[in-house]
């Protein structure tokens, strides 16, 4: 598995790869050529991991901020420490930034209010969704890991390649 190359140049390979792996966080399952399923899951692991093991370390810090008035405000804002910031870099680096979509019959003004204030969707689900998550189902099971399951759906029609769903558990 760690030698398996897709059928495909580095470059088109890591590509599908990211594609799938955004996908398959976005959705929370997708289907695929099990070669693909195993290595997108692979993948798929190691970001979780990332976030899980950082997802906590945030730094509390005071900022001055000017109001309508023109006076200045004391508020207290949540940054990310060192260990989110370079893991939400590293995941940011890897996964493509999918875009919130409208939903059907959801008024613009809604769905601006929905996704106020979040420039990046996919890696807050990630840091503020699996990441508590699976970090909670490890606490209970005492293990880590294992936040993939790949399951075999049987030969494609066609080319009779061997498909298999992969899913966020």
Known sequence: MANDKLGRPS?????????????????????????????????????LTAAINS???????????KDASGKKIKTEVLNDGPKKLAARRKIMAYVYDIQEQRKPKESKEVFKARIEGINHPLIEKIFNVYAP???ERAKELGQGGGYTRVTKL????????????????
């Open 11 to 47: 470059k088109e390979r890591n590509s599908l790869l990211r594609g799938q792996v955004s996908s398959l966080l976005w959705n929370g399952s997708i289907e695929t050529t099990l070669a693909k399923a195993k290595a997108t899951a692979r993948m798929a692991e190691k970001i």
């Open 133 to 135: 998550k699976y970090a």
């Open 154 to 169: 049987g030969m494609r029609r066609g080319d009779a390649s061997e498909m298999a769903k992969v899913e966020l558990i």
């Open 55 to 65: 997802y906590q370390d945030t730094v509390s810090v005071v900022k001055e901020i």
